[in-house]
């Protein structure tokens, strides 16, 4: 397999899903036309209020006199954040809210509340702070948009002044028109001076009556609303710097916690073996108690797995060989002697018999082993069925009672009547249950009996099958179901290859049971093997 590229890599693709959570709320500035609106409309409604209110208040007189409008607005002493001009019937500007008598310095300005267009600062406060559109953070975030504006797109057209009346002696703009024929008026228009804003315009009529005697010109710069959307702007750029640094700092951490300790275990994988096979290593979990240490664990478990199986295939490989190996020394010098006596005819049949025999123990010992070989690799694929393991043992001993007659022994089967099902092979269940009775056949004196019983405790179908024989020598009590082992006394009958009850260990384990065996009271073996019951 080759190695994954970094595209591939699990550090990179959390730092790259980490990095697309972050431009999600990013897209929120798309937003940020919506709220631009809102607050245009918002100042929109607060400058018609204001006009509509001193149109009001100079609609008590038949004609407007410049006096009069400089008074209402005199008194009003800046309680207002828009500039308010009177204007009479022909356009002419009877009074300007940023031109009253105490603030002649203030005439080319919107009002006290207004921005210098080429600083950015308020004239009220000369030592405000750096405006956010200054700012270098600022800029950094800007720079794409600069960058397109300045080289991509096709060059704006120059703008215009501050205010779009300034210099003129009347103003008739059509907001201004449209008042003076008794509707409200509205106009918006884009000014610079240094920073590029907006300047909304609302003209509302002064009645007097059914007369309109002049209009209130109300007029404000969009600059703070500008300055707000800048802030919000490079508030959004900051959370996004620092979501950026956390997206790469949560990358690094998972990539140390996943990344590095996968990494760990295929170095681990790549060093179990050497060359020819031979385990040396494990893997180490390092206490982790998470998927990781799971992982490991699952792995190392594994791994031990089939340290024991390398080793059993090993040992019966050596086992195999030295079974056979027997059988055919004994066929060997007896073909040999055999050969050398063919006179003595009596000699020479005793010879060809002992041949036949170990032929024949040899041919008992490849089934066993095809068997046990089978069992081993097919057993889980084979097909099951629910099984009534008290018919199965009945029939099989009917079977022993008429088929071997001559077997010396007796049975005595304790059987109950209900039915207990396993989920087994009938097949693979009968050649368990025929291994133990041989086992115990083999072992039993004549005349003994062999006991068989079977019955359901903890969830469990169990099968116990007892003799009479010599019992098991507590030293070799944990070694009878290992393959090859045996251990026959004078007492002991028949051909054994060592493989019978390694057969049945190997069929009940493989179905989710245990096997094991113990001496009964009075002398003999009882042999007992626990299935799940099939529900």
Known sequence: MKKPSVLYKISFRLLLFNLLIVFVPLSSIIFLSTYEEQLLQSLERSMVQQGRILAAALGDTPALTEEKAAALLQRLQK?????????DTAGRVLSDSSVLPEEKELSDIDSAYSMDKWSGRSLSDPGEEQPPDESWLYKLASFPVRLLRNYLLPPAVPLGSGDYYLGKELLLGREVLDALEGRYGAATRISSGGQISVTLYSALPVHFGERITGVVLVSQSTY????????????????????????????????????????TLSRQAQRIFIPGGKFQGRFYTGGRMDEIGQLAYALDRL??????????????ASDVSHELKNPLAAIRSSAEVAAETLEDSQEAVRFLSVIQREAARMEHLLSALRDITTIDTRLPDEEKESVDLVSLATLIVQEYRQVTPEIPVSFIPDLPKEKMYVSASPLRLTQAIKNIIDNAVSFSPPGGEITLKVGRKEGFIFLELGDRGPGIPPKIMDKIFQRF??????????????????????????????????????????????????T
């Open 485 to 534: 082992f045996s251990s026959r006394c004078g007492t002991a009958k028949g051909d054994h290859t060592g493989l019978g009850l390694a057969i049945v260990k190997a069929v009940v384990t493989g179905y989710g049971g245990t096997v094991g065996a113990k001496n009964r009271e009075g002398g003999g073996a009882l042999i007992t093997f626990r299935l799940p019951e099939s």
């Open 79 to 87: 309680r207002h954040d828009a500039r308010l001009r009177v204007l």
């Open 303 to 316: 791994s031990d797995q089939l340290k024991e199986h390398i080793e059993f295939i090993e040992s019966f």
């Open 224 to 263: 703070r609303i500008l300055q707000d959307l800048y802030r919000l702007r490079l508030d959004l750029f900051k959370i996004f710097l620092i979501s950026i640094l956390t997206a790469v700092l949560i990358s690094l951490f998972l990539s140390f916690t996943i990344s590095r300790p996968l990494k």
